[in-house]
């Protein structure tokens, strides 16, 4: 190594290995378990760190000493669940009025038997940014426009695959009112982390939800169908307000155009199994609402900006045949904006839109807001990221008028890798700024969150 630190304490903390390898004829066995662990064979899965000195590289390893088990496909083994704890959970589920489901990372690749479940189980569903699209939106149970007061009148919480972090209030009570919790996990840190579930199912998501839906058969009559069928109404309603509303949304101050443009403006042009990438701070907000369901990544609860663009040069090499599209705020493209370079030599058909608003806005705004209006640092160049875009040799446009948005996006995908370089306003309050996760209060994540959970405490103050 050239590079005279501990790499493997820097990369511990955001690994679920770091290890140095120092015994060569041990290298296939260490890397079987690298890769085990990183799958999730055990474990949650994510990022394994490993490094291996010069000198052990080099070395000769007998044949003998390598294993033939150590180089054959990995083989993760999903956990059964345990009749026992289907039979409770299913009695729960039977005795609730008004049932909800929330989903994450656990849930993904178990789309039919998240739908069977619901459809047995007759709750409503709310899915979170690392499980989008397991459910149609045309489904009957999905009420995502009315988040907050599900949340909150649910009497039963079925949690599967998903921690609750600050996203979910981390199952507080002064958040989740009414409810009991149900939770079905994989790996222990996401079946009792915050909030016990009366019922907890250690096992594979979708073999637990299988389960339970052959269990539960259909709908309890104890169902409040009054409730379920107001909260889908008013989630239509509001869902088909804000989708006609983000072509009508009006410039800001400054006279650029509303980030809601963009998504008003791709609504008809993405195809079924279009993969959507979101990165930003500010923006990352407007994009979770305005982008339709569909194959979805972005920062993450890390907020790891600037991986974006390298989420789509990779997605557009894995799938080819399908549209990728990556939704970027200026901020976040500078991390990693040289990488459209390596879009273009490796034949990546990546569409980038970049919603240049010359500032790190969410915390331009926090300043302005919150600290006098001394903005210190948070703002940008409007840069011409087309033109950059061009001497690389991609196609590109900027975009200063919403009238042109729909011919220059159709014009991208023709002719990705592309970038359009759209020019926003400042002076667009995002739901997160508007909600308080922009500054984050000292309790909860959002500002209402936060004046319940201090109410709750009897926090006056």
């Not at 290995?17 to 064979?41: F, P, S, Y």
């Not at 000195?53 to 956990?79: F, G, N």
């Not at 096992?203 to 539960?216: E, T």
């Amino acid at each position: 190594m050239l590079q005279g630190i501990d790499h493997v304490a820097l990369m511990a903390p955001v690994c679920r290995l770091a290890r140095t390898l120092r015994v060569a004829e041990q290298i296939t066995r260490d890397l079987d378990k690298a890769w085990a662990m990183a799958q999730g064979d055990g474990n949650p899965p994510g990022p394994v760190y490993l490094e291996i000195p010069t000198d052990v590289l080099r070395q000769k390893v007998p044949d003998a000493c390598v294993l033939a088990e150590h180089l054959s496909a990995q083989r993760r083994r999903p956990v059964e669940p345990l009749a026992a704890d289907i039979t409770a959970a299913a009695a729960l589920v039977r005795a609730a009025r008004r049932p909800l489901v929330v989903t994450g990372r656990g849930a993904r690749g178990s789309s039919a038997e998240l739908l069977a479940l619901l459809d047995a189980s007759g709750a409503v569903y709310l899915d979170t940014q690392e499980s989008r699209a397991l459910v149609p939106a045309d489904h009957a149970s999905v009420v995502s426009a009315l988040r907050a007061r599900a949340m909150a009148e649910a009497d039963l919480m079925l949690v599967v695959g998903r921690q609750l972090d600050y996203q979910m209030a981390y199952g507080s009570p002064a958040v989740f009112k009414n409810a009991r919790f149900v939770r079905i996990a994989d790996h222990a840190d996401e079946l009792r982390d915050n909030r016990r579930g009366e019922a907890e199912i250690l096992a594979d998501a979708g073999l637990a939800m299988a389960a339970l839906a052959r269990a539960l058969g259909m709908p309890s009559p104890a169902l409040d169908c009054a409730w379920t069928e107001e909260l889908r109404a008013k989630h239509l309603e509001r869902s088909r307000k804000y989708a006609d509303g983000l072509v009508r949304a009006e410039p800001g101050k400054d006279g650029h155009m509303h980030p809601n443009q963009i998504f008003g403006a791709l609504r008809g042009e993405l195809a079924p199994d279009a993969i959507t990438v979101a990165d930003g701070g500010d923006l990352l907000s407007f994009a979770r609402m305005g982008l339709e369901p569909r194959d979805y990544l972005d920062a993450g609860s890390f907020g790891c900006l600037g991986v974006g663009t390298p989420y789509g040069v990779a997605a557009a090499l894995l799938y080819p045949e399908r549209q990728v599209l990556v939704v970027t705020g200026d901020g976040a493209f500078g991390i990693n904006a040289m990488e459209i370079d390596s879009a273009k030599r490796h034949g990546a058909k990546v569409v980038f839109i970049v919603s240049n608003n010359a500032a790190w806005n969410i915390e331009r705004l926090d300043q302005e807001i919150n600290y006098g209006g001394r903005v210190i640092g948070t703002t940008l160049a409007w840069s011409d990221y087309a033109a950059m875009a061009r001497v690389f040799g991609l196609h590109a446009e900027r975009v200063t008028d919403p009238a042109r948005l729909k011919g220059a996006i159709e014009a991208a995908f023709a002719k990705a890798p592309a970038l359009l370089d759209v020019v926003t306003t400042q002076y667009a309050l995002s739901s997160d700024a508007g909600k308080g996760l922009g500054w984050v209060p000292a309790r909860q994540a959002l500002t209402a969150w936060d004046d319940a959970e201090k109410a709750r405490r009897g926090e006056t103050g």
